[in-house]
């Protein structure tokens, strides 16, 4: 049973374009982060959200913890064909103690120039 | 600035043979995680040690064992390898055991099972 389910699971677009990368689960989360992972490397961290509502933004990518803490979507704007990897989304439960972990499948972008 | 270091980076092993990934951190953090990734299943825990001293099972420990052999070293053992664990094997670690704690990944263990 997947905890955090990710859509969608490709995106394949043109240079410029917006694009919405959508994290959902039916669980309520004390904190949310967004990893992005490059072939043959390991995930990086882009953001941690933690409060409900919450809005980050870094440069061109916009994160938003929804109000439930259940949900989170990621919004990139004009996207850059550097902006190409794979998208995680990962949660850690809410009570947890243990420092651990719910990711989800991932979404995988690409950008055409 | 090595981070987290895993080796080796590609190992390519026959069914029932064993052999053991290790990983370590230079930033003195309190836990450390093995994930496994698969082609769209996204990241998996194995297993966790929350601090040195401590393991605990993820969610896909069967056929695994590990040693948290300090507070620098994690290390993950197959003892007899299938097929099936052809996967690429992440090391993370994070400083404290709070969840909201951010994980730092090694660049993976490339592990094909024959």
């Known amino acids: 049973t997947q905890l955090l389910e990710q859509s969608p699971q490709f995106l394949s677009i043109q240079e410029g374009e917006n694009l919405t990368v959508y994290c959902n689960s039916s669980s309520v989360f004390s904190s949310l982060q967004w990893y992005r992972q490059e072939p043959g490397e390991g995930p990086v961290l882009l953001v941690t959200?933690?409060?409900?509502?919450e809005v980050k933004k870094l440069k061109r990518l916009t994160f938003q913890f929804g109000d439930a803490r259940k949900d989170s979507s990621l919004h990139i704007t004009a996207a850059q064909p550097g902006d190409t990897g794979l998208y995680l989304c990962?949660?850690?439960?809410?009570?947890?103690?243990?420092?651990?972990?719910?990711f989800g499948r991932g979404t995988q972008l690409t950008v055409w120039p | 600035n090595a981070g987290v270091t895993q080796t080796p980076k590609f190992q390519v092993l026959k069914t029932g043979q064993s052999m053991t990934l290790q990983c370590a951190q230079d930033?003195?953090?309190?836990?450390m995680y093995w994930y496994r990734q698969d082609p769209g299943m996204g990241l998996r825990l194995i297993y966790y040690s929350a601090s040195e001293g401590t393991t605990d099972k993820g969610e896909v420990p069967n056929g695994y064992n590990v040693s948290r052999l300090n507070k620098r070293e994690f290390s993950l053992r197959l003892e007899s390898a299938a097929p099936s664990q052809t996967s690429v094997y992440f090391c993370?670690?994070?400083?404290?055991?709070?969840?909201?704690?951010?994980?730092?990944f090694g660049d993976g263990t490339r592990l094909s099972i024959l």
């Open positions: 990962a949660g850690a439960a809410r009570g947890s103690t243990l420092g651990r972990l719910y």
């Open positions: 959200v933690v409060t409900g509502g």
């Open positions: 930033m003195n953090h309190n836990s």
């Open positions: 993370a670690s994070s400083p404290e055991r709070v969840g909201d704690q951010p994980q730092h």
